[in-house]
């Protein structure tokens, strides 16, 4: 008997050891979840506060973004003690207000996440927008130098053959009695100085287009150095004065060449080129998957803990109130385990009660009070459940009752023993 006494309490304190291990570790992590909760409030509120305050003034944008914030964690913690079928008017107003608060934090905390996301696709698109506006304005001036060079060569070719026919005397020009006389006359010098212009020139051309060509070898090579340069800014303004120079280089050519030349596009700044994404409409044309999820997991996880976390009784019961409520709810006779594995019981009379027109305030006021404080949750109109913070008190008064019933069970032994003593003697 002396054995399985030892081997109750032993195990009866391992049991003990380890509930208080797990209560412990539950309740730490029901406290870590709160600074949890606040800092993804205050990160969504940085986000959402970058958004709103590019749109209006920075002030009414913090006030606005405290408002969201405060919505999202204070609705999320109300609507996990709400059910339906208790008030649904009520259920409703939480539910659509959370969704508009997450509306408002996502859709504003969306362009900061596009912003980081695509901050290197932006830089890819401007840098290939400035290649694209000079590679197109190149290829015209290309398309111009090999009409022109082919001009060129075209009018140098008829001036040589011209030379040819003045010299053998067969040029349609010639009069019938010098036709066919060869040799170095008048003419043959007309046509051959005319020959020597056009060859000077065409020469000239090709030295102008020489270094055209050279200037704008110079300027893909600083294209091509702009991506990965170290010194963003001096590469950036090197292409700037290479692009000048090519421009500059087709001026001189314009005389010489006599035709219109293309105009160059304008190139954006360094400061454009540079300048950080601000937050507008248009972003939201070129949706971003991405940016989204990650605004919207941020608001996630705030009302999933927020819900979660159950939100605890605003100040703790009295000793007294303890044992009104403890007393009132004995009153009530039915319980059960209801679908949230929460104990569920219901708060109507009974029909013999009704019948006899029972007084239930007192019990009812407690339930009022266990309501009020967050202790019971109201399921519809007739049924309430226990709050996981309302189990630890009962169980302590229960474990009271039970105390005091084995002293009761023991004294009665005890005064059992002591009249049978006196009896047998």
Known sequence: MAHLEKTE??????????????????????????????????????????????????????????????????????????????????????????????????????????????????????LNRIRGDINQYLKQVQTIKGEVLSKQQAELAKASEEVSQAYFGTHPLISGAYRNLVGEGPFWKHYQKIY????????????????????????????????????????????????????????????????????????????????????????????????????????????????????????????KEEDLIFECLNQFTEFKINENDELQMIIEKTAIEKAKRYSDLSRMFAVGLLLNRGFLRKIDHRTVEFSPNLYPLIADRMGERIVRLKQNVKHLRSEVMKESEVYEE
């Open 9 to 126: 309490k032993r195990f009866s304190g391992v049991g003990n050891l380890i509930n208080s291990v797990q209560t412990l570790f539950v309740g730490f992590l029901k406290v870590w979840t709160i600074p949890i909760v606040l800092m993804l409030s205050v990160a969504s509120g940085f986000t959402t506060y970058y958004g709103l305050s590019h749109f209006i003034t920075p002030w009414i944008a913090l006030v606005i973004t405290v408002a969201i914030q405060s919505i999202v964690v204070i609705c999320s913690l109300e609507i996990a003690g709400i059910h339906w079928k208790a008030n649904r008017i009520r259920y409703l107003s939480v539910f659509i207000s959370l969704l508009i608060a997450l509306t408002a934090s996502v859709s504003f905390s969306y362009f900061k996440f596009y912003e980081i996301s695509q901050r290197d696709q932006i830089h890819i698109n401007r």
């Open 196 to 319: 020597e212009a056009k060859k000077q020139k065409t020469d000239e051309m090709d030295v102008q287009f020489l270094f055209l060509d050279r200037k704008i070898q110079k300027l893909q090579g600083s294209l091509s150095d702009l991506d990965v340069a170290k010194n963003l800014e001096a590469a950036y303004y090197n292409v700037l004065t290479n692009y000048q120079e090519v421009q500059l280089q087709l001026g001189n050519l314009s005389s010489m060449i006599g035709t219109s030349l293309p105009s160059a596009p304008m190139l954006m700044t360094y400061k454009q080129y540079t300048i950080d994404i601000k937050p507008s409409v248009a972003m939201w044309e070129g949706f971003s998957i991405f940016a989204f999820v990650c605004a919207a997991m941020v608001d996630f996880f705030t009302v999933l803990l927020s819900y979660r976390l159950e939100f605890s009784a605003p100040g703790p019961l009295s000793l």
